[in-house]
């Protein structure tokens, strides 16, 4: 009986051991993750530049609109008079 608990307990460390990752391993997964994440960074930060510029067109824009209404309220106002 000790024996079978014996080989087994050998059996789950030799299981464990043969499934770890080695050092090598882990750094190329580490430098994968990190390159990718510097590649998400890039991405987002021209996603943001191009949000903020369109966002001053945006306003550009609206400002021209309600430079274009209030000249055409006067417009108005003045004909009906």
Request: charged share 25%; aromatic share 4%.
């Amino acid at each position: 009986m000790n024996s079978l608990r014996a080989t087994i307990a050998m059996l789950c460390l030799f299981l464990f051991l043969a499934g770890c990752a080695t050092q090598d391993e882990l750094r190329h997964v580490s430098r994968n993750v990190d390159m990718n994440i510097r590649a998400v960074q890039d991405s987002l930060a021209d996603l943001e530049q191009s949000m903020r510029d369109d966002m001053t067109q945006v306003r550009k824009n609206q400002a021209n609109l309600s430079a274009d209404l209030i000249t055409l309220r006067e417009v108005t106002t003045y004909a009906k008079l």
